[in-house]
């Protein structure tokens, strides 16, 4: 077994690598742009060094810890060979990875203020705790609902394209038809359900999926969960809002 | 002492978050599938790595960069800023004085995607299953282009008050007919990267420049112009992804030749 600090020179610059440009762009505009000094530099020094830990751990932690969880729990139910469970798996890991998701949450908050404003429910506090709260649930729902879809489609081998092209009409269709305020929430609402634990996670299961089927490639059956997990939200937005 | 407080705080949080995955997780393994994991110890030290490594770089996120990417949003987008900018004092603005917000729109989102650990994640995997021949930093640069591109056509969006949906209809044209052209083996990746790029670097950003951009605008509604930014930060990289596939077999063919 690896030693935990084997390479960590190495991955502790890897990870400053990524931070750079991000720290670039701020100091350009803060500095350049809007000639201003940067407020309290003592703390965000620390506060970079902390990022710089945290994703050096994070990096090491999924290829010892998420990648081998996602692809073993892929293999041990290819071989138990029950659809019903995988799904019943799937499903579970799509909603209870969502339901509790804090950008998600906070985005909900937002819509039921858009919706009021709209005078699509009245501006109570209970009605709008109501509206987010359902609206949770919507999202939660359909990224189950999509990772199931897609686990059945890498057992099947549907190509991935006429399945996200179907649901791309779905989103046009449903966009002529829902409330114009829900319109620009639903939309974000695809990205903001990916959570950092749940990309590789997931990743891993599509792919440990695939690689456990005969006849199936990884790199071809293996993505797309997140894609499908991207796309439903959108779909039940819509037509949560057309509904209340 | 202080940023102790703040680490076990936020380790007490990413618990509080991952606990519905990590109660999925247990139950299937402990009721249905009831086989002991290979390597069960180095998959315990790997998640708490995956947790303690999340709550520090949320932690740094918090205590550094959201802050002053906010604040920055926000002056970016003030019209004092703006008006100093192009010397024209008590006139009205025009789509194109707000140029920097385009410029940092473009630089925030490719910078954002950069650093984000989601994105990271996927790079690693597709070049482990492709066998090495994607390579993971033209993955996330083609990710990050796309991120930033949306994001700047995101923020021109807001300003000019365009309806949302003529923008991501048009985007979706684009990424059918890239779909029918692309090698097949990158669409499925592909459509992947859009729902990666936006996870916890990108979105308080994001959501942060357009919330302010929407707020000084005039005739903008914080409420209805204020969302869509993360929309096009999930389009634009499917189609540089495609685009970057496309781009390689292009290469590819020119040089057998």
Redesign the interface.
């Known amino acids: 077994?690896k030693s935990?600090l084997d390479g960590l020179g190495k991955s502790l610059l890897d990870s400053v690598r990524?931070?750079l440009?991000?720290l670039?762009?701020?100091g350009?505009?803060?500095l350049v742009?809007?000639q201003?000094p940067?407020?309290q530099l003592g703390?965000?020094?620390?506060?970079?060094?902390?990022?710089?830990?945290?994703?050096?751990?994070?990096?090491?932690?999924?290829?010892?810890?998420?990648?081998?969880?996602g692809e073993?729990?892929a293999h041990?139910?290819a071989r138990?060979g029950s659809l019903f469970?995988l799904l019943?798996?799937a499903f579970?890991?799509g909603f209870?990875?969502t339901?509790?998701?804090?950008?998600l949450i906070a985005v909900a908050g937002?819509a039921a203020?858009?919706a009021a404003?709209a005078g699509l429910i009245a501006r109570e506090a209970a009605a709008m705790e109501r509206y987010a709260g359902g609206l949770c649930l919507a999202v939660a729902l359909s990224v189950g609902v999509a990772i199931v879809l897609g686990v059945i489609r890498i057992l099947k081998g549907w190509p991935?394209?006429w399945l996200?092209?179907g649901g791309?009409a779905g989103?046009?269709i449903m966009?002529a038809f829902a409330p114009?305020?829900i319109?620009?929430?639903a939309?974000?609402s695809?990205?903001?359900?990916?959570?950092?634990?749940?990309?590789?996670?997931v990743?891993?299961l599509g792919?440990g999926l695939a690689s456990s089927i005969r006849g199936r490639?990884?790199?071809?059956?293996?993505?797309?969960?997140?894609?499908f997990?991207?796309l439903t939200p959108m779909i039940f937005v819509m037509a949560y809002g057309m509904v209340i | 002492m202080e940023?102790l407080v703040l680490?076990t705080d936020a380790v007490r949080s990413t618990l509080?978050?991952?606990?519905?995955?990590l109660?999925?997780?247990l139950?299937?393994?402990l009721v249905?599938?009831r086989?002991p994991?290979?390597?069960l110890r180095?998959?315990?030290?790997?998640?708490?790595?995956?947790?303690?490594?999340?709550?520090?770089?949320?932690?740094?996120?918090?205590?550094?960069?959201f802050p002053?990417?906010e604040?920055?949003a926000r002056?970016?987008t003030d019209p004092a800023?703006l008006h100093g900018v192009t010397h024209r004092e008590g006139m009205a603005l025009g789509w194109s004085d707000y140029y920097?917000v385009y410029l940092?729109g473009l630089?925030?989102g490719?910078?954002?995607a950069?650093?984000?650990?989601?994105l990271?994640?996927?790079a690693?995997?597709?070049e482990v299953?492709?066998g090495g021949t994607i390579n993971p930093w033209g993955l996330r640069i083609a990710v990050a282009l796309g991120v930033g591109a949306g994001i700047a056509l995101g923020t021109f969006r807001i300003v000019t008050g365009t309806p949302?949906?003529w923008y991501?209809?048009a985007a979706?044209v684009v990424?059918?007919a890239q779909?029918v052209f692309a090698p097949?083996?990158i669409?499925?990746?592909a459509?992947?990267s859009?729902?990666?790029s936006?996870?916890?670097?990108t979105?308080?950003l994001v959501t942060a420049l357009g919330l302010g951009l929407a707020g000084t605008v005039p005739g903008r509604?914080v409420?209805?112009?204020?969302?869509?930014?993360?929309?096009f930060?999930?389009l634009f990289p499917i189609m540089t992804v495609m685009g970057y596939a496309q781009l390689g077999r292009w290469r590819a063919r020119r040089a057998q030749r």
Do not use: C
């Not at chain 1, 339901?99 to 950008?103: D, L, M, R, S, Y």
């Not at chain 1, 490639?217 to 894609?227: C, E, H, S």
């Not at chain 2, 209805?224 to 929309?231: P, Q, R, V």
């Open positions: 077994m935990p990524d931070l440009p991000i670039l762009v701020i350009f505009f803060q742009v809007l201003q940067i407020p703390r965000l020094v620390a506060g970079t060094l902390l990022v710089v830990a945290g994703l050096t751990l994070f990096v090491r932690g999924l290829e010892m810890g998420l990648f081998p969880i073993a729990l041990a139910f138990k469970w019943a798996f579970a890991l209870g990875t339901v509790a998701e804090p950008a937002k203020e858009a404003e991935l394209h996200i092209v791309y989103v046009v966009t114009p305020e319109v620009g929430i939309y974000d695809g990205g903001v359900t990916t959570s950092t634990i749940t990309v590789p996670l990743t891993a792919v490639n990884p790199m071809v059956d293996g993505f797309g969960l997140i894609a997990a991207s | 940023f680490v509080v978050d991952v606990l519905p995955i109660a999925v997780i139950f299937f393994q249905v599938i086989r994991l290979p390597n180095r998959m315990l030290q790997g998640t708490a790595y995956v947790l303690l490594g999340l709550a520090l770089f949320l932690v740094g996120l918090e205590e550094a960069l002053l990417g604040l920055m002056q970016l800023f920097w940092f630089l925030l490719f910078s954002a950069i650093a984000e650990p989601a990271i994640a996927v690693i995997k597709a299953v492709s949302l949906h991501i209809i979706y990424v059918l779909t097949r083996a669409i499925p990746l459509y992947d859009g729902g990666v936006t996870s916890t670097v979105v308080p509604s409420i209805i112009d204020g969302f869509g930014l993360i929309a930060a999930v």
